[in-house]
């Protein structure tokens, strides 16, 4: 395909033909469709990594082996932190199936074991060491709490013990919790061990009535999210349901035992899973589609699946993407290659665009769908495009720029800090280089990778990287001016501090 993109630039030569002018991206025109929370981009740390365990395991070991034993996770790192805080401001939840059956230990309390009816033990100083995390790299902490077994009463009711004792530990360490849903996947209960079994929407109504009454009273100023539901718009509908996740609970279902109850609703998003869950029968994330627009868009698909029913059980209340990656199971290999930094960013965008006011990727640093490398703290395309993204798209979301071509997608937001000034994503998912006219002179950043599903991007040609002493470089932007070529299956963003949008004010 490029060859022929070659042969015919020197056939428009030879002939004299004169080539089509770049169409202008009109960025003055561009109006206002919505906008997005301040620290729309996030990110999940799972609690198995808070607390050590059994993690999705890294590839090259034997071919059934699905899980891994993994240290604690050290969050005081300070290249972890200093990676954490360019993200800034975003929120970081700390959740994840794991958390269903995590014991947090009393004051005083030192377990070489959990308790009956957990799986995990989180110990007091790793949970503060979550809230120092939390307040250094300004991102607010979104959590769920334990549910299983060991939660329950004599009639197997949940109840608020070990919620109410995360909440007054994140007081005693000087932090708050800014959201929470009450359990990780309430559709899928059963995907985590120790869970009650059969647990049905009913059970799941009137124990969300519980945990609603006790939050409102106990933690007055965190938001409710719920009910984190995920795979329903197709990934656990296009096949049965696999006998190992349990029976399927409807997030209809569950919405409709409590209307009006939540302050956003919230949902997961995976397109498929990755090798590691390849026995389940439900399909794994393919190399050939990453590019493909059903791939890119099935991203809208799920997220209008959940607004349908946010807007029967939940009017008029925000949406949140609490847990989001390449594909679930801790991702394929290529999801820490460049090849999945087009998914990424048209995430981000697409769902920006449809009003979706928060996104947090799983993981910051934990198996192949991190932004960072969890052994060598080293930082994947996908980190450098977050950077890219928190630099240039700002909370004001515009109406795409008409796209000359398929293959280009084009998405655009107000300038962060800059009155009038316009971000401008473009994704060229094609082979062929694409012309675009900017209309005026800003910065551009173009990122490439030779090859896809290379490890280590480009950014204007350039390696970008953490220093010695934990600064971002490689990162300096380019003049542009009106006109732009962007390479065949690269991605870029521009600064136009001069659009002059008036809805970006």
């Known amino acids: 395909m490029k060859k022929a993109f070659l042969a015919a630039t020197a056939l428009v030569a030879l002939t004299g033909a004169a080539a089509a002018p770049a169409p202008s991206l009109q960025l003055t025109r561009l109006v206002k469709v919505g906008t997005v929370d301040e620290r729309y981009q996030s990110y999940n740390i799972e609690m198995v990594e808070v607390t050590g365990g059994r993690f999705w395991a890294p590839y090259g070991g034997p071919a059934d082996e699905r899980y891994r034993q993994r240290p604690p996770i050290d969050l005081t790192d300070p290249k972890l932190v200093a990676l954490a805080k360019a993200l800034g401001p975003s929120l970081v939840r700390v959740s994840g199936t794991w958390a269903n059956n995590t014991y947090l230990e009393a004051e005083g309390e030192h377990l070489v074991a959990p308790p009956k009816g957990f799986v995990q033990v989180l110990t007091r100083d790793q949970w503060k060491n ?182 029967r059980f939940e009017p008029g209340k925000p949406v949140w993407n609490t847990e989001t990656a390449q594909a679930a199971c801790g991702g394929s290999p290529w999801a820490s290659t460049f090849l999945d930094t087009f998914r990424y960013l048209n995430q981000n965008a697409a769902l920006a665009q449809q009003g979706v006011q928060v996104v947090m990727h799983n993981t910051l640093a934990a198996s192949d769908y991190a932004l960072i490398d969890r052994d060598t703290l080293t930082p994947r395309p996908n980190y450098w495009a977050a950077v890219l993204w928190k630099r240039t798209m700002g909370s004001t979301v515009l109406a795409s720029p008409a796209s000359p071509s398929p293959a280009l997608r084009l998405y655009a937001q107000c300038l962060p800090g800059k009155r009038g000034g316009v971000g401008v994503l473009a994704l060229n998912t094609g082979e062929a280089a694409q012309s675009l006219n900017l209309g005026g002179k800003g910065t551009g950043w173009t990122m490439t990778g030779q090859p896809l599903d290379t490890r280590t991007v480009l950014v204007n040609g350039k390696a970008p990287a953490l220093s010695a002493d934990n600064r971002l470089t490689g990162l300096d932007g380019v003049e542009v001016g009106g006109k732009v070529t962007l390479p065949g299956q690269s991605i870029a963003f521009y600064a136009m501090p001069g659009a002059a949008n008036p809805a970006c004010r």
Request: glycine share 10%; proline share 5%.
């Open 130 to 311: 979550v809230v120092a995390f939390s307040k250094t790299v300004d991102a607010p902490i979104v959590t769920s709490f334990a549910v299983s077994n060991g939660t329950r009463d004599a009639n197997g009711v949940w109840t608020p013990s070990q919620a109410q004792r995360l909440v007054d530990l994140t007081r005693e360490a000087g932090g708050s919790l800014y959201a929470a849903e009450f359990f990780n996947e309430a559709n899928m209960p059963s995907a985590a061990p120790q869970m009650p079994k059969p647990y049905t929407a009913a059970n799941y109504g009137a124990e969300f009535r519980l945990f609603r009454d006790w939050a409102r009273k106990s933690v007055p100023g965190m938001k409710i999210l719920g009910v984190g539901g995920v795979g329903e718009a197709g990934l656990l509908t296009d096949v049965p349901v696999p006998g190992e996740f349990g029976s399927h609970v409807s997030t209809e279902d569950m919405m409709k035992a409590n209307p009006n109850s939540v302050d956003a609703v919230s949902y997961h998003f995976y397109g498929s899973v990755s090798q590691r869950c390849a026995g389940l029968g439900i399909g794994t994330a393919q190399k050939a589609d990453a590019l493909t627009a059903r791939w890119l868009d099935m991203t809208v698909r799920d997220y209008r699946y959940y607004a349908a029913l946010r807007d």
